[in-house]
C-alpha cells in the first residue's frame, strides 16, 4: 500500500495579556508523508470485517514554524518580533492495526491505528538575526487514528 497526504496538520496560539503589554505565541507543524506499508490480512469465514496488520517506512517531509511577538506599552511602545523556521525531510517507520468492515454492497468502513517513529536532527533558524540552533533526536512521530468510508473495486 502506497499512502500520501497530509497526516498531521498542527497550529497552536497563545496570546497572553498582562499590565505592561501583551504577548503572542504560534507554532505550526506541517507533515506531509509519503509512506510505503506491507499488509497482512486476516481472512475470517462469513465475516464482513476483515482485519489487518502491517508495518511500513515513509519520508516525512516536515517543515516547522514558531511567530513571537511581544509587545510593551510603558513608557514607550516597544514591539519586538521573533520568527523561527525549520525543515527536515527524516525517514521513519510506522506500525498499524485496523479493519475494514462492509458497509454496504463495495462501501466499506475503515479504522485504523498506527504508531509512527519518526525521529531526526532539527536545524532551526531565527529569520531576523540570522541564527542556527540544531536539536538532536527529536521524534515527530507519534499515534494516529484514521477513519473513514473506502469504496472496492
Request: include cysteine; charged fraction near 20%; aromatic fraction near 12%.
Amino acid at each position: 500500500m502506497l499512502e500520501s497526504g497530509p497526516r498531521l496538520l498542527r497550529s497552536n496560539k497563545l496570546d497572553v495579556t498582562y499590565a505592561l503589554g501583551n504577548e503572542s505565541y504560534k507554532n505550526r507543524l506541517n507533515i506531509f508523508p509519503i509512506t510505503l506499508s506491507s499488509i497482512y490480512k486476516i481472512s475470517i469465514p462469513n465475516s464482513k470485517t476483515i482485519p489487518y496488520l502491517g508495518v511500513g517506512i515513509g519520508v516525512y517531509i516536515s517543515k516547522w514554524e514558531e511567530k513571537h511577538v511581544q509587545s510593551i506599552v510603558s513608557p514607550f511602545l516597544i514591539t519586538t518580533s521573533t520568527w523561527l523556521k525549520g525543515s527536515l525531510n527524516p525517514i521513519g517507520v510506522h506500525f498499524l492495526s485496523g479493519f475494514n468492515s462492509l458497509i454496504y454492497y463495495d462501501i466499506f468502513l475503515n479504522c485504523e491505528l498506527r504508531y509512527s517513529f519518526i525521529e531526526g536532527n532539527w536545524k532551526i533558524k531565527d529569520v531576523g538575526d540570522n541564527v542556527e540552533t540544531e536539536f538532536r533526536g527529536l521524534n515527530i512521530g507519534g499515534v494516529s487514528l484514521k477513519i473513514g468510508l473506502g469504496y472496492r473495486l
